[in-house]
């Protein structure tokens, strides 16, 4: 999974490829001036994370999501987790949970 031109307003995505460069396709486009950032796969693989902005906070920073793939390997849903005004754009996936 990776990002391209998020220095061109419209034209970021976020793309996938098998390791040897076949099946490369666009998960999620630029549409709505979207740029993306550091992302990675759940564990199991049905899902992965990602850094968007703008995000919801007034500077338009960027948030964290989660999304998930449907049964054709497309994106299924899309979920802002973050919901903050402070820069957030590097999720990973852990395999423990933090606890308070």
């Known amino acids: 999974m ?3 031109d998020n220095d061109v307003p419209g034209s ?5 490829a098998h390791p040897d460069g076949t099946g490369l396709r666009i998960l999620l486009d ?5 740029r993306f950032f550091s992302s990675s796969f759940s564990p199991d693989g049905t ?3 990602v850094g968007i902005a703008p995000g919801v906070g007034p500077d ?3 948030d964290i999501f989660v ?8 994106v299924s849903s899309l ?8 820069w957030e754009s590097s999720p990973r ?8």
Not at 30 to 34: E, L, T, Y
């Open 2 to 4: 990776f990002r391209t």
């Open 12 to 16: 970021a995505k976020l793309m996938i």
């Open 30 to 34: 630029g549409a709505n001036n979207r």
């Open 47 to 49: 899902g992965f994370t």
């Open 60 to 62: 338009g920073n960027a």
């Open 67 to 74: 999304g998930h793939f449907d049964s054709h390997e497309r």
């Open 79 to 86: 979920t802002n987790i973050t919901h903050s005004d402070i």
């Open 93 to 100: 996936w852990g395999t423990h949970a933090l606890l308070p």
